[in-house]
């Protein structure tokens, strides 16, 4: 007989169970906390979504040699089209490996601002950061004028903290930077990039040399005829790919108010640029500065879109803090208010792997961890239907 430990979360009006062993939607949802409302994310039973516009925070295409005349535009990347992330993740038999040979279209992966990552190879076969696409960022506009990276993000670690993940494989693996979950330093990685963690759970790293990120997809995913993860988010652009142009050094980058961008460049000598924006209906317009004079380019594409409203109601970390982190000891608990320490029905303390390692009836204000793994770890109170969590580090 199997024995699994449940999870109970609120989802909206929805209560969805976890078993003992799947991700814990809470520890992918902390990942992404520190950029959002930019990124909003939510769940079912097998997949955790994250939704975004396709553009980050930071500047963008700056540093770029080898440029293919996209710049980067919205793409609602949100509903029916968001990014689906595997709660459940398997390893495969014989890890598929991320090359110049298997997914060549797509993500491979999602950032935690939102921002999807592709295959180091473009879909001509070659590295795109040795060939010069890659801005200072690590990304470049797609086809569809969609703006991805194809290396590690390593820079979201300012942001993120270095303890988390700063995205996630669409097979369902985390993705550190140059720590360990437990904050030492990075161990040495196999041949996928990766390793399993303390907390028995596997994970890749980025590093700033090839493979980057993932060396080959550990998890089981579905790769289909076009040689693209599935299911997989759609960019959508609003007018024709244009080519390569030869000899074009992106200089600058900036934006026109919160609906446009300025790019220039050099080239033979000279300094040009392209002028773009687009209005809520989804008209743009492209404006083309070159020695010869401006040619004026009008598409009608996709309205703007707008973010959802964060439904999430598993963490409410702000009704009590949970000290020191990183704990190694013990945890200790302390409430912002004594009418909900009173009303506390329950702490519970969950591994990463959404398995229960302590739990007691009412409120108590220290849990001993110096018997457990080091690792990511969340710590639950129960106040009738509200559940509130906060990460904590045992190091």
């Known amino acids: ?75 609602c990347y949100i509903g029916s089209n968001a990014w689906s992330i595997p709660l459940n993740p398997v390893k495969a ?34 590295d795109a950061y040795l060939d010069g696409q ?14 991805h990276y194809h290396i590690a993000p390593m820079f979201l670690e300012a942001k993120s903290g270095p303890v988390t993940p700063i995205g996630f494989a669409l097979d369902g693996y985390a993705i550190y930077g140059g720590k360990e979950p437990d904050g030492t330093a990075m161990k040495a990685l196999d041949a996928n990039h990766g390793h399993t963690g303390s907390d028995g759970r596997y994970h890749y790293h980025g590093t700033a040399a090839a493979p980057y990120m993932i060396g080959n997809m550990v998890g089981v995913v579905n790769e289909d ?9 759609v960019a959508k652009g609003v007018r024709p790919a244009l080519t390569p142009l030869k000899g074009a050094t992106i200089t600058g980058f900036h934006p026109n108010g919160s609906n446009g961008y300025t790019l220039i460049y050099t080239l033979a000598g000279a300094t040009d640029s392209i002028v773009y924006s687009w209005d809520a209906s989804g008209k743009f317009v492209y404006d083309f500065y070159t020695p010869a004079g401006k040619n004026t380019q009008n598409y009608n594409g996709k309205a703007v879109c707008q973010m959802p409203s964060s439904t999430d109601k598993l963490s409410k970390p702000s009704l009590f803090q949970a000290f020191p982190n990183p ?29 229960c390692v302590f739990r007691k009836a009412g409120f108590v204000s ?30």
Not at 225 to 233: E, F, G, H, N, Y
Not at 366 to 394: C, D, M, N, W
Request: aromatic residues 12%.
């Open 93 to 126: 038999a014989t890890p598929v490996p991320v090359n110049n040979k298997h997914f060549l279209r797509g993500a491979v992966a999602i950032a935690a601002n939102g921002i999807p990552i592709f295959n180091p190879y473009t879909n001509t076969g070659v």
């Open 327 to 355: 704990a190694s000891d013990v945890i200790r608990l302390s409430m912002t208010t004594a009418s909900f320490q009173r009303a506390v029905s329950s702490v519970a303390l969950y591994n990463s792997g959404g398995a």
């Open 1 to 75: 007989m199997v024995s699994f430990s449940m999870l109970l979360y609120n989802f909206g009006k929805k209560q969805v169970f976890r078993a003992a062993g799947v991700t814990n939607p809470g520890f992918l949802d902390s990942a992404f906390a520190p950029f959002k409302p930019a990124v909003n994310t939510r769940w079912d039973n097998t997949w955790f979504y994250v939704e975004s516009k396709g553009l980050p925070d930071h500047s963008m295409m700056t540093g770029i040699t080898s440029w293919q005349q996209q710049v980067p535009i919205f793409h």
């Open 366 to 395: 220290a849990i001993q961890v110096q018997h457990l793994p080091k690792g990511i770890y969340f710590v639950e109170l129960q106040k009738g239907e509200t559940r509130s969590v906060t990460k904590v580090v045992l190091k």
């Open 134 to 147: 890659l801005d200072n960022w690590g990304g470049h506009s797609g086809r569809a004028d969609d703006y």
């Open 225 to 233: 005829t076009t040689l693209q993860i599935v299911p997989q988010a």
